[in-house]
C-alpha cells in the first residue's frame, strides 16, 4: 500500500496550491479519503473528507476556500487549496479509511504573510 503525496510548497497569502495524493495497492474507489494537517505545536486536524460516493465535508476554517475531489479512475485524492492563510501552514496528509486505516507521508505547505 502506498499513498504518495505532492504538490505543496511556499506561497503567499492569498495564494493557491493543489495536493494530490496518488495510491495503490488498495481498492482506492470504495474507500472514504480524507486530507489531514499538522501545523507546529498543534494536534492533528481532519481538513477535509469525501467518501466513496462523493460525498463532502470540511473543517469550518477551509471552508469556501478548499475543496476535495477524488479520481477513481487515476486513484488520485486532490485538495485545492485557495485563498490560503499563514494558519494554513502545515504538513498535509492524506489518509484512507477503511479496516485498516492507511496514511502518506505528508507534503509541507508553508504560507508566508
Known amino acids: 500500500v502506498q499513498l504518495v503525496e505532492s504538490g505543496g510548497g511556499l506561497v503567499q497569502s492569498g495564494g493557491s496550491l493543489r495536493l494530490s495524493c496518488a495510491c495503490s495497492?488498495?481498492?482506492?474507489?470504495?474507500?472514504?479519503m480524507s486530507w489531514y494537517r499538522r501545523a507546529p505545536g498543534k494536534e492533528r486536524e481532519l481538513v477535509a473528507r469525501?467518501?466513496?460516493?462523493?460525498?463532502?465535508e470540511y473543517v469550518d476554517s477551509v471552508k469556501g476556500r478548499f475543496t476535495i475531489s477524488r479520481d477513481n479512475a487515476k486513484n488520485t485524492l486532490y485538495l485545492q487549496m485557495s485563498s490560503l492563510k499563514p494558519e494554513d501552514t502545515a504538513v498535509y496528509y492524506c489518509?484512507?479509511?477503511?479496516?485498516?486505516?492507511?496514511w502518506g507521508q505528508g507534503t509541507q505547505v508553508t504560507v508566508s504573510s
Open positions: 489518509m484512507a479509511r477503511g479496516v485498516i486505516d492507511f
Open positions: 495497492g488498495f481498492t482506492f474507489s470504495r474507500y472514504d
Open positions: 469525501i467518501d466513496s460516493t462523493g460525498f463532502t
